[in-house]
């Protein structure tokens, strides 16, 4: 077996570069290298499964900016993956003892993390059947790292959280290679500051991310929610958009005190009404992003109960000439009801949520040069 520590240093103005491994949604692969090349934090070097691979010439380049990615990893070591026997689960502790632990700390804190280790703890995870589970890789690696360290480790077989401050480690095996991964923000960077309140069937936060940016919101434009839950969207749209004018409606009083809530401080409007029958002109919305109550986590209420046809006529309706609706739909039938409202899907990417396979689907409404509103302008606020 064998272990390489640090694999793919190279050496340029002055400084060791690193690997940076930013893991994603299934899908999101080539949204996250885009963004990547586009904030200039690096070469992108190889698309894995859920993984992007990045190095930096900028020693200091803060990766935990990214929006599109659930996390992001420095490099720490890599062997052949050590098969489906059951010790080789125990055997993946070689990686622990190939990782160069002070040059990691030192990377972990220029690249935006925490110099600070008081514990260690490990998330493992596999493609393929295994004669051991996550566990004991988790422990196997765990526990030769907090030896070293000099640290306590804390064991995810129990289902707790780990303490505050320990740093995180990953291990992955894809049947070719096993890798270790050293976390370099103090939490994985899905876990977003704003969601002080969530609701079922709310949207992961770097999903919201990526159908923000496939959206291409401009100064601005008028950016609609009309299913917006606990505002994830909308929050991630402001991130990258502040310049918008951002509303969002449900139907759900409790989605919106949790949205009231999360975007406390963000230039967002919130206001209860019927998806089916939004308060909005017709052509008075340059953008609509939305993740629709299909039946799945969340049921259907007012109009949508009936019939989704009465979401579909009203985006189509509420959308200027020209403007854009990204969508997040559970299967390939809603690409159809959109065409039939004469909306264009000018762009379908596959994703992977849960376990589930769903589709992000962008859709253009005919006609319009520049996508500015026609009609008087939106409606009243809701």
Known sequence: MRISAFPHHCESRGFTAPTLVARCVHGLEATVAAEILQRGLGVVTHLGHREVHFRTDDSRAQVTGLRTADDVFLLAAQC?????????????????????????TRLREAHGGSSAVTGVEVSASFLG????????????????????????????????????????????????????????????????????????????????????????????????????????????????????????????????????????????????????????????????????????????????????????TELRRVLAPGGTAVVLLPDADGVATAIERRLAPVHVQRVRISGAQSFLVRLTAPGGHGRRPSGKGTAAQP
Not at 82 to 95: M, P, V
Not at 149 to 176: F, I
Not at 260 to 283: I, Q, S, Y
């Open 129 to 312: 059947r295994r004669n051991f589970n996550r566990y004991d890789v988790e422990d196997a690696v765990g526990q030769a790292l907090a030896r070293r360290l000099g640290v306590d480790y804390h064991s995810r077989r129990a289902g707790t959280a780990p303490p505050a401050g320990y740093g995180g480690w990953r291990v992955t095996l894809d049947g070719t290679r096993a890798t270790l991964m050293l976390r370099v923000a103090d939490r994985p960077l899905h876990r977003r500051p704003y969601k002080r309140c969530s609701v079922p069937g709310t949207l992961h936060p770097p999903l919201a991310a990526a159908m923000a940016r496939m959206a291409g919101i401009r100064p601005g434009d008028t950016v609609l929610d009309p299913c917006c839950g606990a505002g994830t969207l909308l929050i991630e749209a402001a991130r990258q958009q502040p310049q918008a004018r951002l509303y969002g409606v449900d139907l759900d009083v409790r989605a919106l005190s949790a949205a009231e809530e999360n975007t406390a401080g963000l230039p967002v409007a919130l206001g209860r009404a019927d998806a089916g029958r939004l308060p909005f002109a017709d052509g008075g919305v340059h953008c609509v992003l939305s993740n629709p109550p299909w039946g799945g986590q969340v049921a259907a209420r007012g109009l949508l109960s009936a019939s989704s046809v009465h979401w579909w």
């Open 80 to 104: 052949q993956d050590t098969g489906t026997a059951k010790q080789s689960g125990g055997a993946l502790a070689r990686l622990a003892d190939a990782a160069d632990l002070g040059e990691l």
